[in-house]
Nanobody
C-alpha cells in the first residue's frame, strides 16, 4: 500500500497550490480520502475529507479557500488551496480509510510553506 502525496512547496501569502495523492494497493473507490496537516509543535488536524460517494467536509479554518476532490479512475485525491495564509504552513498528509473494514493508511506527507 502506498499513498504518494506531492504538490507542496513554498508560496507567498495569497497564493495557491494543488496537492495530489496517488493511492496504490488499495480499493480506492471503497475508501474515504482525506487531507490532514501538522504544523510544527501542533497536533495533526483534519483539513478536508471526501467520501466514497463524493460528499465533502472541511475544517472551519479552510472553508471557502480549499476544495477536495477525487478521481477514481486515477486513484487520486486532490486538494486545491487558494488564498493561502502563513498559518496554512504545515506538512500535509493524505489518509485513506476503508469504508467497510475501517482500515487506515497514511501517506508520507508533503511540505507546504506560506511565506513572503
Amino acid at each position: 500500500v502506498q499513498l504518494q502525496a506531492c504538490g507542496g512547496g513554498l508560496v507567498q501569502p495569497g497564493g495557491s497550490l494543488r496537492l495530489s495523492c496517488v493511492a496504490s494497493g488499495i480499493q480506492f473507490i471503497f475508501n474515504t480520502m482525506g487531507w490532514y496537516r501538522q504544523a510544527p509543535g501542533k497536533q495533526r488536524e483534519l483539513v478536508a475529507t471526501v467520501t466514497t460517494v463524493g460528499s465533502t467536509d472541511y475544517a472551519d479554518s479552510v472553508k471557502g479557500r480549499v476544495t477536495i476532490s477525487r478521481d477514481n479512475a486515477k486513484n487520486t485525491v486532490y486538494l486545491q488551496m487558494l488564498s493561502l495564509k502563513p498559518e496554512d504552513t504545515a506538512v500535509y498528509y493524505c489518509k485513506a480509510r476503508h469504508y467497510y473494514s475501517g482500515t487506515v493508511y497514511w501517506g508520507q506527507g508533503t511540505q507546504v510553506t506560506v511565506s513572503s
